[in-house]
């Protein structure tokens, strides 16, 4: 008997054939089967690095029991499914109300109509205390709480009812607000966390803006950074918006506290807590500015600092509105913490303010005393501008006509303060250097009030002596000569003044630096537009945190600062003086509990786009000192001194890592002395290829955990 062998392909065109003739015996109703459900549209929540949550309807039903309804998706906008009622980390809601709903008295609220935000939760805290700091958190035993229509999309209904403690009622026509936080994580374990909002007149079911707006998320996030251990992110990193914040801490929060130490035992007595948003947020920045363990880089007396003017929100002027006492309080009456930190108390403890203060014929109210009339204001106002420069034809001298103005007005030179500085020299001066190259030439220069003439028309002229100063370095080289100003203008309460000696000295009257801009010149005279340096960092960066007052000087440009810090100089400690090593080095941040607030591992919160970028360096920079010895500076190659600005010995520089440097071109010395001398630089031919590798992306990676762990 003949054996038939088919081969893989035969037996698969076989058995097709036959079932095709199988099909065909069945034959056929005429009718299709029915449609299966739809594929799911999106991305399951645990493949996602982040994620928006966005509100779409609210409803308050007869019971007063609040729906919401939802949208998940991701940075994209694709629908991002798998949430769950355990991921729902809060919902509170509450309403615009006005001052007297809770019953302040007139000291506390001299302004009943005052509109504030009234939270639908309320917490009693005993002893006549209460709060809005009740929530709503995702109760997974609840059956019928939770929809998933499998779309990106969800509702949830709260099983917990309006609760106000009777203190006031709903309120359905007027405008009422809904917030929520998503806190859940991924699939490597990142743990992702929004909030977002939403408010409407539920009497007519029609959205509404943000009714109370008085500050935008991004003042509080200049500093408040977020990635960073010091972002905004309370109570379990939940909350990480100023407006989530604004729901619970609303403006009657007030409760008995107790401070404790870390053993958990009391410290001192008892006392009444603030524990509205301004109230603590006042507090605690008042205390971080006043305490020397404190963070916060500056007088919280400027408003302004927090306060941001912005057109588009409806109270952006509340602090400056004279209506609201116990907003005076979180700051004029401070806690024990705050008086421990040694931030003073005002002279009317408890007392209505605005029984003195604010409006016609009483003492200056919050805008005068917090700005319009005191330095904060001036420094926006008084200007200094160099008009020329001109360099003797001998090279004895520079002569140098600058003017100082008050807005408009000129500022005479018997109001500029006059005094020695008790560390050499005079408070006020110029500074003047020049640059080569993307560097500065010399040290620090600083010529003084006793060089100054005023001329007839109310200008100021100095004569820079090469006799007192190093300008023949500068003018040798060729250098473009740079001009900024470290002066201070007598006021008293914002109004200039002519100086008095006796006054400045026992704080009578004020002498507030004016901020300074950097100018430049050729050597014939004419004007350079634009700094001759490359500008690694902005000073707006800067001022984010810093407005203008940055520790000694105040200045528009980081030149201003460089003219002094830089690559020519070590302390008398032996260290380096660059601007790079001084900015660095203050930026690892602490508070005053030693947690970390701000790591500088985040190159772009001060430079930017590509200000970090050690590619701009360029290949004929000149070296930084680092250090110095018996002879003169200890020195390191430019693009190695910027790694080493950061990367310090003992934790993040070691044998190893100077060997790649020096591998790659890069002069540093020894790990216990940075640096080689001065005089033996040149020989050594530095030609660094540290850029090669170490390109702007790879750099960002590096430096992409800016947190602790």
């Given amino acids: 008997m003949n054996k038939f062998n088919l081969n893989t392909t035969a037996k698969a065109v076989f058995s097709a054939g036959l079932l095709a003739f199988a099909l065909t015996g069945c034959g056929s109703d005429g009718k299709d089967g029915e449609d299966g459900e739809d594929g799911l549209v999106g991305k399951p929540i645990g493949s996602v690095s982040s994620l928006t949550s966005t509100i779409t309807s609210a409803s308050v039903d007869e019971n007063n029991f609040l729906s919401v309804d939802f949208k998940l998706s991701d940075p994209n906008g694709v ?126 079911d029609v959205a509404a803006e943000k009714p109370l707006q008085i500050l935008a998320n991004s003042d509080c996030q200049t500093c408040h950074r977020a990635g960073q251990d010091g972002e905004l992110a309370m109570h379990g990193s939940k909350h990480v918006t100023e407006e989530a914040c604004s729901f619970c801490h609303t403006d009657y929060n007030s409760y008995i506290k107790e401070d404790k130490d870390a053993d958990g035992n009391v410290i001192g007595e008892a006392y009444e ?22 963070v916060y880089p500056q007088m919280t007396s ?56 604010g409006g016609e014929g009483r003492g200056r109210g919050a805008e005068d005393a ?14 200094v501008e160099f008009n020329s420069m001109v360099v003797a034809d001998d090279a004895t001298e520079i002569k140098v006509n600058f003017t100082v103005k008050n807005g408009d007005e000129l500022v005479a030179i018997n109001q500029i303060d006059p005094r020695p500085y008790k560390y050499g020299g005079y408070n006020s001066a110029i500074v003047v250097n020049g640059v080569v190259a993307d560097d500065f ?58 100086c008095d000696a006796e006054e ?96 500088k591992a985040e190159c772009q919160a001060c430079h930017g786009d590509d200000g970090f970028s050690i590619q701009a360096i360029k290949t004929d920079a000149a070296p930084v000192a680092f250090g110095k010895d018996d002879v003169g500076n200890l020195v390191v190659s430019p ?49 660094e290829a540290c850029s090669t590798c170490h390109t702007d992306n790879a750099i960002l990676e590096a430096h992409s955990n800016w947190g602790g762990n």
């Fill in 302 to 357: 400027n408003c302004l600092t927090c306060h941001n003017p912005n057109e588009d929100f409806n109270l952006t002027d509340s602090w400056k509105a004279d209506i609201d006492t116990t907003a005076c309080w979180s700051c004029h009456t401070p806690g024990p913490a705050a008086e421990a930190a040694g931030v003073p108390a005002s002279h009317q403890q408890g007392a209505n303010c605005f029984g003195c203060h």
């Fill in 79 to 204: 629908a991002v499914t798998g949430l769950t009622i355990a991921d729902v980390a809060t919902i509170t809601f509450g309403r615009v109300g006005t001052a007297d709903e809770i019953g302040e008295d007139e000291i506390v609220n001299p302004s009943p109509d005052r509109q504030i935000w009234l939270s639908y939760f309320n917490k009693d805290k005993g002893d006549g205390y209460f709060t809005g700091s009740s929530s709503y958190s995702g109760n997974v035993d609840c059956t019928n709480c939770f929809i998933d229509n499998k779309d990106g999309s969800y509702s949830v209904t709260l099983d917990k009812a309006i609760d106000t403690l009777d203190k006031y009622d709903y309120v359905a026509d007027t405008t009422n607000g809904v917030y929520m936080s998503i806190k859940t994580s991924n699939n490597q374990s990142m743990t992702l966390v929004n909030n977002s909002f939403f408010y409407w007149v539920p009497a007519t």
């Fill in 273 to 294: 807590f603030d524990g509205s948003i301004k109230g603590m947020v006042h507090s605690i920045h008042t205390t971080a500015n006043f305490s020397d363990e404190g």
């Fill in 441 to 498: 030439l010399v040290n620090y220069q600083k010529v003084g009030y006793d060089t100054f003439t005023e001329e007839a028309d109310g200008s100021i002229t100095s004569i820079i002596s090469a006799a007192d100063f190093e300008i023949t370095t500068l003018i040798d080289a060729g250098s473009t000569i740079a001009l900024s100003s470290q002066l201070h203008v007598c006021s008293g309460k914002g109004v200039i003044e002519y």
């Fill in 504 to 599: 400045l000295d026992a704080g009578d009257q004020d002498a507030p630096y004016v901020t300074s801009d950097t100018f430049y010149f050729n050597q014939d005279g004419t004007v350079v537009e634009e700094s001759p340096r490359i500008q690694h960092a902005e000073m707006t960066d800067c001022q984010q945190c810093h407005t203008a007052e940055i520790t000694h000087r105040y200045s528009n440009d980081l030149d201003g600062c460089a003219s002094c810090h830089n690559g020519t100089r070590a302390t008398s400690g032996g260290e380096s003086s660059n601007l790079a090593y001084k900015v660095h080095s203050k930026h690892y941040v602490r508070d005053s509990s030693n947690d970390l607030f701000f790591k």
């Fill in 370 to 383: 917090h700005y319009a009339l005191n330095s904060n204001f001036l420094a926006t106002t008084l200007k």
């Fill in 639 to 687: 693009q190695t001194a910027a790694c080493v600005s950061c990367h310090l010995p003992p934790y993040a520089l070691n044998e190893s890592t100077i060997k790649h440097m020096e591998t790659n071109g890069g002069v540093i010395g020894t790990i216990d002395s940075l640096g080689v001398p001065e005089a033996d630089y040149d020989a050594l031919n530095v030609s």
